[in-house]
């Protein structure tokens, strides 16, 4: 989807473990073909197991599958924000 929709994409919510291709590969699919695309991770798994397992490089948003539509609103503004 996102190949067909590319240039009107702000941000791409990725979870960390995807059936066929994890959360990284995805965003490292989108940084080829869009760079300036904001992105955010989320997971159930929590920051500290997401760091520790050095699942995503430091400095890449993330949240837990945990948020409620208001944090989640919340961090997005804050991801389009800083991007």
């Known amino acids: 989807m996102f190949r067909d929709e590319k240039d009107g994409v702000d941000i791409v919510v990725l979870d960390v473990r995807m059936p066929k291709k ?13 760079p300036e695309t904001a ?19 430091h400095g890449l948003h993330f949240i837990s599958k945990a948020a409620s539509p208001e944090e989640m609103l919340t961090k997005i503004r804050e991801v389009l924000d800083k991007h």
């Open 22 to 34: 994890d959360g990284r590969e995805v965003y490292e699919e989108i940084m080829k073909a869009r």
């Open 39 to 57: 992105v955010l991770f989320m997971s159930g798994y929590t920051k500290d197991i997401i760091d520790s397992q050095r699942i995503i490089e």
